[in-house]
Each structure stands twice: as C-alpha cells, then as structure tokens.
C-alpha cells in the first residue's frame, strides 16, 4: 500500500500509542516461564508481537489476545512455569522481529529439546553470534548459519556465567536473563553501559532476587518461581517519537501524548530534543508495575543542530531515523557519531536514510558510524519507498509533512509492524495523510 502526505499545519490534539514493545515482547515470554495467569492491558497488538505469540504458541502454551484499539489488545498468558514447554512440530518462524529470535534463543536453551528459529530474508541478514557464543558457554547446544538463522538450538541444564557483555544490548542481556532461568549457581552480567531495563525490572515484579549496581547484574534463579502479572503496559516511547517530531516541526501544532513509557534507558531522544531547543514538558508522572511513565506535551520549536553519541546512542538507538527529520529542520549542523550499530538494523539505516532522504533532496553526509546534517534543508515531495524498515517509512511520512507538494511512501504497510494506527493518530491531530492503495 501507499501512503499519500501532503504540508500540513497546526497539528493539535491529545492521544496515545500503543503499548511499549520491548515489554510486550518481555510479558508474553516471561508470562509463559510463569506459574499462572498473567493478564496485560494496553499490549502491543502488532505484526512484530504476533510473531512472538505465534511461536509461544507453538511451544504448547495457551494465549489469549483480545482486541480492543488499533494496535492494542488485552494479553492473556496461561503460564505453565519453565519446563511446561513442549517440542514445536514445525521450525519457529519470526518473521522480521530479531527481537522475537534473540529472546527465544535464551528461552529454548533451557529446554531440553531441539527447536529451530528462523525469519523471513531482512531477518537472516541479521548477526545472531552474539547471543549463540555465551549460550554455548552455558552449555547449550546452538548451531547458526555462518553467523544467522536459520538457527537450531538443543537446551538443557545450563551453568551461570560471570560474563563480560560485548556491547550493552539489552536484547543480548535479557536472552542471557532467560537462559539464567535454567541454569546452576549465580549469573553475574557486566554491561558496558546503559542498556533497556525492562526485563530486569519485570523479574523483580515477578519476585526474582536480580540487582544491578555499576552496571553489574547478579542473578540468582535457583531461589524463587515466576509469579504472574497484572498490569498496564505503557505507551511505546518509540512509537511516540514520530509524534513528537511531527509537533516539533509542523507549524502552529500542540501535541500531547498520554501515558508514555518515560524509562530512563529510553528516553535519548526526548533529553538530545530538548537540547536543540524542542520545547518538551513532561507531567501527571508515576509508575506502573515498576515502568515510570508519563504524560509528554510539544510545541513547534526553533531546532539547532547537536552531536549526538556515547551512551545516549544506545538509549535512543530506534529513534534515529525520526531523528534525521529533525535535524533537517534544525539550524545549524548536527553530527552522529559512534552508532555503528544502525547498519545491522532491519536495514543499513544510515545507507537507507541517506538515499530515501535524499530523493527528498535532503544531503545527508554518512559515516561508518553515524551521519552528519547542514540543516535546515528545504525538502520536496515525491515517491520514495519503505525498505521493509516499519521505522523508516513512518520517519518519510513525518518529513512529508513539511516537504513542498506531494509525498508518496511506498510499501508504507510496513509500519503496522509497529504502531498500526500511526496514520489515524496522525488523522485525528489534522495532518494531511492517507491510504492509498
């Protein structure tokens, strides 16, 4: 499908998103390894999601996901504890969701079977050493091709590592967390720097003995069962994001967006915004099931160009390609830096964001490791394409907004991996956007 944006002005309105997909994905895995019912509103009811439920299923556990918006839904678990899997019939597919694979790699290699994972072509390109090494450390048995899926892994009984993470990743960390589950003595993970905290989190909810100090994590499963959940998932700050740039940058507009996920290891992008001069606030703030989250409100704002990198890199990895739509608006120059990990994203997003972009007739200067911008830079419409990137072709779609005359995205469905409804949001706050077949 095709997504026809046209200039808009005055976006104005109070909305939500749907809820955080990390701990979508977290709920669902971890509401398996329970013992009992977990139940989660405002879940992230989205292509990305569905894989994992599809494979959850598969392993022999009972799910429930019953509808209740535009990309949001009611999850129900029946968890039957860590050995109430059973052997899938069929390979495991994940579609494009690495973080469906990544987390199943921890999570079988405590089974004590074989199972095998594997995704539609965007997938396979995607590293999956990373993970494999320290499982087989572990004592589990797992065999990639050349480095990705497909992959076949056999579990069983593992032994706790102290272990020294790469990158901080918190997919890799909360794989590691998963295999903990089902092994021997005190796990000890050494993260390098900040990384997504929502697993950690959740396992406290669910009465593990798991802390983190300086970066340490110590994890001692052998000490306690996972208990069901409850709760509220709070709105994904990503899916936020292109939100908050279109209010930043279409003029006259006064968004609000209710309910979001204010995680400090998710909130890069909102801190790198404000300091370009984004009049940002934030309020009505508290915690639910131990996620801080928050009411965000933006205007249109006078940007400036900003370095970006070190450890907020990683805390608004996601976002960049919204961000590039900002620093073409902003005065001044803008430079990333030391984010390499952007070329083994669904795409090679600093390639694919300096060709796209550049149809628009933005100049955007990439390094190996990020990108540099002279903005502000006037944009025009025209046809440019989704690269199967859900992120990319709702960032296209933002920058349409400002662009002279017509902008076409092609493939735009794409985006309902993550945020269906992102085109009614956009609707109802008075953007010119819409579906075209």
């Known amino acids: 499908m095709k997504l026809i944006v046209r200039p808009s002005k005055a976006l104005k309105g109070c909305v939500t998103v749907p809820g ?35 494979c959850i299923r598969a392993l022999g556990i009972e799910v429930k996901v019953d509808p209740t918006g535009p990309g949001r839904a009611t999850l129900t678990v029946h968890g039957r504890g860590l050995y109430g899997f059973t052997s899938p019939s069929r390979p495991l597919f994940c579609g494009g969701s690495a973080t469906t694979m990544r987390l199943l790699m921890g999570l079988l290699a405590t089974q004590p079977f074989t199972a095998t994972l594997d995704g539609h072509e965007g997938l396979r390109r995607r590293p999956m050493e990373r993970i494999a090494q320290p499982l087989r450390q572990m004592g589990a048995v797992v065999n990639t091709t050349d480095g990705h899926a497909p992959i076949t892994i056999t579990g069983g009984r593992l032994a706790a590592l102290d272990y020294q993470l790469p990158v901080a990743s918190a997919q890799l960390q909360t794989s590691l967390l998963l295999a903990a589950l089902g092994a021997e003595g005190q796990m000890r993970l050494r993260q390098p720097g900040p990384a997504r905290d929502h697993t950690l989190r959740m396992l406290q909810g669910m009465g593990a003995e798991i802390n ?46 209710e309910g979001v996920n204010t995680n400090y290891t ?12 984004g009049q940002i606030v934030t309020s009505t703030e508290h915690l639910e099931a131990g996620e801080p989250m928050a009411n965000i409100s933006v205007s249109t704002s006078e940007l400036h160009g900003t370095e970006v990198g070190g450890e907020v890199v990683v805390r608004m ?19 990333v830096c030391e ?14 964001v300096v060709e796209e972009f550049g149809k628009l007739g933005a100049n955007i200067v990439a390094h190996p490791d990020g990108f540099e911008i002279d903005g502000p830079q006037l944009l025009t419409g025209t046809t440019v394409q989704s690269r199967r990137d859900h992120r990319l072709a709702m960032s296209l779609a933002v920058a349409g907004l400002v662009a002279r005359g017509e902008t076409i995205v092609e493939d735009a469905e794409e985006l309902q991996e993550s945020f269906p409804g992102f085109v009614e949001t956009l609707q109802t706050l008075g953007a010119e956007v819409e579906w075209a077949g």
């Open 339 to 352: 984010a390499t990990e952007l070329r083994a994203k669904e795409s090679d997003r600093i390639q694919v």
């Open 266 to 277: 998710r909130t890069g992008l909102l801190e790198v915004l404000q300091k370009m001069g």
């Open 317 to 335: 990895i996601d976002e960049f390609p919204i961000f590039v739509v900002a620093a073409l608006q902003a005065c001044g120059k803008t430079l």
């Open 212 to 257: 983190e100090v300086d970066g340490v994590i110590t994890f001692n499963p052998e000490r306690f069962t996972l208990k069901p959940l409850n709760f509220t998932i709070s709105g994904d700050m990503s899916a936020a994001a292109f939100l908050l740039v279109a209010g930043l940058i279409v003029p006259e507009s006064k968004v609000e967006i």
């Open 20 to 54: 955080d997909k990390s701990i979508s994905h977290r709920t669902l895995i971890l509401g398996a390894m329970a013992e009992g019912e977990t139940i989660a509103r405002n879940w992230l009811n989205a292509g990305v999601t569905e894989r994992m439920v599809d």
